[in-house]
């Protein structure tokens, strides 16, 4: 597991107790208009990671400027979780309008979540749950339909079965609920015919996924597909499969999404199917949820608040889309990617 710095660290403490926390100096970190006396933050790991730029931040300008509320991003920069925690805490302490926390990352941000409700401040979790915590709402992803998704599209190509891997951020609980759903699937479907050889942790990392992949084939050729469950493993796991001198197909690759050029490995044939979650509604719906939260004023049967009736939905499921050859062109051509 990667941490970040003592400076670095240093550096996320120091920015939590300012208006704004930047999560990289090359990435704006405050959406809407900037005398609004709303604020809401999105905290994360890895804040700055593209995928999170590509998409979730195109979903925290929109809600801002929608609502005319300021959002700002938070978190370290690294795979870090004790500087996650803190900065869940440190934001919590500020007293915003609302937080909402990236909660797949690790079981452990559940005190942090539960002490900024206890604080008063109405927090959601997006992307991947904290079921334990005393959250309002998770919104995002059903994790399990990620790994059912990638067993279906890597068994159909697959029909004489074979040996699987797969790479994912082990300890992260959704990657956990998608490889159960993967191994799931695998077993209710496969008659037999599979066998999984390992489960590798890539710390959300594509060089540590090209690694591990390079020694999941050295130490088992004849393997047949290879599942990635985080948005870097995909790319790692095609760098080694290239480095190494196969061809497209050759072993079946399903993976998550990643930047808009990832998708050419669908067309050209690297990988049978990308799932793509559709996060640019995970900050959008967090924040309205928030939103509506401090303002619609619905109640239980006369009752409101955490310790009563809650005005707003526990869950809100945004789906998932899979991305194959048969319908890459259009997500290229949409994307403006040549």
């Known amino acids: 597991?990667?941490?970040?710095?003592?400076?670095?660290l240093l550096g996320?403490?120091?920015?939590?107790?300012?208006p704004v926390m930047a999560p990289a100096s090359a990435q704006e970190s405050n959406f809407g208009p900037r005398d609004s006396k709303e604020v809401y933050y999105?905290?994360?790991n890895k804040a700055n990671l593209p995928l999170f730029v590509q998409y979730d931040y195109v979903g925290m300008k929109r809600v801002a400027e929608e609502l005319k509320v300021q959002v700002r991003v938070a978190g370290p920069t690294d795979f870090d979780?004790?500087?996650f925690i803190a900065a869940v805490e440190q934001v919590c302490a500020q007293k915003p309008a609302g937080v909402s926390v990236v909660g797949g990352f690790d079981p452990s941000l559940t005190e942090a979540v539960n002490?900024?409700?206890?604080m008063g401040v109405p927090t959601v979790v997006d992307d991947g749950d904290l079921p334990l915590s005393k959250r309002l709402t998770y919104i995002g992803t059903n994790w399990t339909k990620i790994g059912e998704a990638q067993a279906r599209a890597m068994m159909a190509k697959l029909p004489n079965g074979g040996k699987l891997a797969m790479t994912s951020i082990i300890n992260a609980d959704n990657m956990r609920e998608a490889v159960k759903g993967f191994t799931d699937f695998v077993g209710a479907n496969g008659k037999n015919k599979?066998?999984?050889?390992?489960?590798?942790?890539?710390n959300g990392d594509a060089a540590k996924a090209a690694q591990i992949t390079s020694a999941l084939l050295a130490a088992n050729p004849?393997?047949?597909g290879i599942a990635g469950f985080d948005s870097e493993s995909g790319a790692g796991i095609v760098r080694a499969l290239q480095e190494g001198g196969k061809k497209p197909g050759e072993i079946v690759v399903t993976a998550m999404e990643q930047t808009p050029d990832f998708f050419k490995n669908a067309r050209d044939g690297w990988v049978e199917g990308i799932v793509v979650q559709n996060r640019e509604l995970f900050i959008y719906y967090a924040v309205k949820t928030l939103y509506d939260y401090n303002h619609n004023g619905l109640k239980t049967s006369g009752l409101t608040g955490v310790n009563g009736g809650v005005p707003v939905p526990p869950t809100i499921d945004t789906g998932i889309l899979l991305v194959t050859k048969s319908n890459v062109g259009k997500v290229l051509a949409a994307l403006k990617v040549m």
């Not at 002490?115 to 206890?118: D, L, N, W």
Request: proline residues 5%; aromatic residues 8%; glycine residues 2%.
């Open 115 to 118: 002490k900024c409700i206890e």
């Open 222 to 224: 004849d393997i047949v």
């Open 12 to 18: 996320l403490l120091l920015a939590a107790a300012l």
């Open 194 to 202: 599979f066998k999984i050889v390992a489960n590798e942790d890539d």
């Open 1 to 8: 597991m990667m941490f970040a710095t003592r400076p670095a």
């Open 81 to 83: 979780i004790p500087g």
């Open 42 to 44: 999105w905290i994360s």
